[in-house]
């Protein structure tokens, strides 16, 4: 049987569900036919095919031919790593370059959207970018629905990188337990009566950018725009105080 959280990296990596339980089924199968892969993967053998050629051009599979029969060998998981570990380096050193073409006027967007689970990680992925210290609104309760190690990975990442972090939070047992944490993981979080104010999903406001998330909704956006920002923490930082009045 696959493994849920295998196939759960797997996905983080670049691979679609398919290429995913397909990889999976040949490590665990070793030597194998596609008829047997499919099988194994639970998926039909034309679909099977195409996927294999993916993988074979990402470097994932090989194939031998015994007879006039073709079989598959996954690649050893640390071959892969060596792989992807090479093309993030060679990423790394055109980083530099494709800053600067970012950065160039005209082409910067003031607006991205994102959907899914992963697009909401990737939203709190780019606030590791911050130079200053994240404002905002949230619920606890709803934030693990990214998953606790995401999140548990997210906050190491932060606290090395010295962001910290000012938020109004609904009171629940999550919040009150996560609270509990805010100096070791450099963080000042208020709580504010759920019944009074039921907030559910996420605002984030740092540097020029608001990053707005709904987690119900799996959708999220984040504005560039430095007059937006100066007013959202103009208007967090009104709140802040009148929290401290209640």
Do not use: C
């Amino acid at each position: 049987m696959l493994n849920n959280k295998v196939l759960s990296n797997l996905k983080e990596i670049g691979l679609n569900e398919k290429e995913a339980v397909l990889y999976a089924a040949g490590l665990e199968l070793g030597e194998s036919s596609i008829q047997y892969l499919a099988k194994e993967a639970n998926i039909k053998r034309p679909t099977a095919y195409r996927v294999m050629e993916d993988l074979e051009s990402k470097g994932l599979f090989s194939k031998v031919v015994k007879g006039k029969k073709y079989y598959y060998v996954a690649e050893d998981p640390e071959t892969i790593f060596g792989l992807y570990k090479t093309r993030q380096e060679a990423f790394a050193r055109l980083l530099p370059d494709l800053r600067h073409l970012h950065s160039k006027e005209g082409k910067q967007p003031k607006v991205r959207f994102y959907r899914g689970i992963e697009g909401l990680k990737a939203m709190y992925l780019e606030s590791l970018k911050a130079k200053e210290t994240i404002v905002g609104y949230g619920s606890i309760d709803d934030i693990w629905s990214l998953s606790r190690e995401f999140v548990d990975d997210y906050m190491k990442e932060r606290i090395k990188r010295k962001i910290h972090v000012r938020g109004i939070v609904p009171s629940t047992k999550e919040s009150q337990a996560f609270a509990q944490l805010n100096e070791k993981q450099m963080r000042e979080i208020v709580l504010v009566p759920k019944d009074k104010f039921p907030v559910t999903n996420e605002i984030n406001i740092y540097d020029d950018k608001v990053a707005i998330f709904s987690f119900k909704d799996q959708v999220g956006v984040i504005m560039e725009s430095q007059d937006i920002a100066n007013t959202q923490k103009a208007i967090f930082e009104l709140a802040w105080a009148g929290v401290h009045l209640i």
